[in-house]
């Protein structure tokens, strides 16, 4: 029942899910040959829409506050990558949804609003233990587009937690890539098609997931 109500969740992300839109702060695509030059920060872009809990479960809040706290307590943290445009990384960044299927699956309560989600995460694992989750969703020195990740099935991304992630491009035509994390016990995410290249253009991309990535066996 655990492993269905899950997978149950995951697809009504996926159907519901509403791509975060930015437009590309450079002229230059990650398409062909072209590496992508804009060096607007995924941070800038996570914080853009006033940096504050709502009621709308397919955007991307929760992870924003969860990178803001980690900064707070630790401003040395690695996390603090996501505010330097200038470096090239690929994150996977979970909606809020996500988060909410991982806080009623470690604390065994479904949540009711985006704030009490995130508190009941940082009241279950406390704050270090969020910015190691963060950091394995984040795939350093590389920008990975759209295009890369439909032709990367059987690839091992290297996250900047040490863990790795494998890539199983399930279709090319939808597209339909799955990520493989370190928790066997639990339902992979997939990249919400409707989310793919978040920040487009610059050096640092996003995709957005419909669950979060286990860097361990939760």
């Known amino acids: ?121 940082v009241d279950a694992v406390g704050v270090d233990a969020i910015e190691q989750v963060l950091l394995y969703h984040v795939v350093p020195g590389a920008t990975i587009t759209k295009r890369d990740a439909v032709r990367a099935n059987g690839a091992v991304l290297t996250t900047a937690q040490g863990g790795t992630v494998t890539v199983a491009v399930r279709s090319r035509w939808i597209p339909l890539v799955q990520l493989k994390d370190a928790d066997r016990n639990d339902v992979d995410p997939f990249v919400n098609p409707r989310a793919f290249d978040i920040n487009k253009g610059n050096k640092q991309v996003a995709h957005g997931i419909v669950l979060v990535l286990r860097p361990l066996d939760l």
């Open 1 to 121: 029942m655990r492993t269905r109500r899950l997978v149950t969740a995951a697809v009504a992300v996926t159907l519901g899910a509403t791509a975060l839109t930015a437009a590309p702060a450079s002229a230059h695509g990650s398409h062909g040959t072209t590496a992508p030059t804009g060096t607007r920060s995924l941070a800038a872009v996570l914080t853009a829409d006033g940096n504050r809990f709502d009621r709308n479960w397919y955007d991307y809040d929760i992870v924003t506050e969860a990178v803001l706290a980690v900064l707070a307590a630790k401003p040395d943290s690695p996390v603090k990558v996501l505010t330097d445009g200038s470096v090239p990384l690929t994150a996977f960044i979970p909606n809020d949804r996500a988060f909410q299927v991982l806080a009623a699956d470690l604390t065994k309560r479904w949540p009711r609003t985006e704030e009490q989600t995130f508190s009941a995460l």
